[in-house]
């Protein structure tokens, strides 16, 4: 199971930096199962994504992950590799809306429209990887993206990115205000250590 970082619009200037959860193991007090071992594949900027940078982001993500999980380098659960488990079947893949819209438009390339897609909380999108080779483009749906038929009240509070702002004049989403006072914070980010992909949508 993987957390998927939030989506934040980039920050209007000198309002601050956007919030960041905590590291495994400062976390590991909440959720006592958290596995410290575990070091995060891709920090996004506190300064926030545009369009094109989520795109971008959640491409090379995927292409740094995947290999990951099939037993690349770094391992990601040190304890697995250790066990002789260094490969895993099945991955859950958590996140908010905007970061689940953006991995299913990904891992599917152009068998979806990712600006057509709207996804509600708690909702499920299983999918299934087509043959050999990358991990871009080469998964199918299967079943009902965004599934809640098992929750109570079916989908809730569902999401898509046809409801950003766009600034009327440049076409670009609009700025965000930041957390007040974390203007001189560390922004640490990393990239999985690949070059950014191009675009795609």
């Given amino acids: 199971m993987a957390s998927i970082g939030e989506w934040y619009s980039p920050v209007e200037p000198g309002t601050g930096l956007h919030p960041r959860p905590g590291n495994a193991h400062s976390l590991k007090q909440y959720f006592p199962l958290i596995d410290t071992s575990y070091s995060s594949t891709w920090l996004v900027s506190r300064h926030g994504e545009s ?7 959640t491409d090379g993500f995927l292409e740094a992950f995947v290999p990951r999980v099939e037993g690349g380098d770094p391992a990601p659960l040190a304890h697995h590799a250790s ?19 953006m991995l299913i438009k990904s891992l599917a390339g152009s068998k979806v429209d990712g600006a057509d897609i709207r996804i509600g909380i708690c909702s499920v999108t299983r999918m299934e990887k087509e ?13 009902q993206l965004g599934d809640a038929s098992f929750l109570t009240n079916g989908v809730e509070r569902d999401w898509g990115f ?10 670009r989403v609009v700025n965000a205000h930041g957390v007040a006072g974390s203007e001189n914070e560390v922004d640490e980010t990393s990239h999985g250590g690949l070059q950014l992909p191009s675009s795609k949508m």
């Fill in 162 to 171: 046809r409801k950003i702002v766009v600034d009327g004049t440049t076409g």
């Fill in 83 to 101: 066990s002789g488990l260094a490969t895993h079947k099945k991955i859950i893949l958590i996140g908010h809306a905007a970061s689940c819209i």
């Fill in 131 to 143: 043959g050999e080779g990358g991990v871009l483009g080469a998964f199918k749906i299967v079943g």
């Fill in 51 to 57: 369009l094109e940078e989520v795109h971008r982001r």
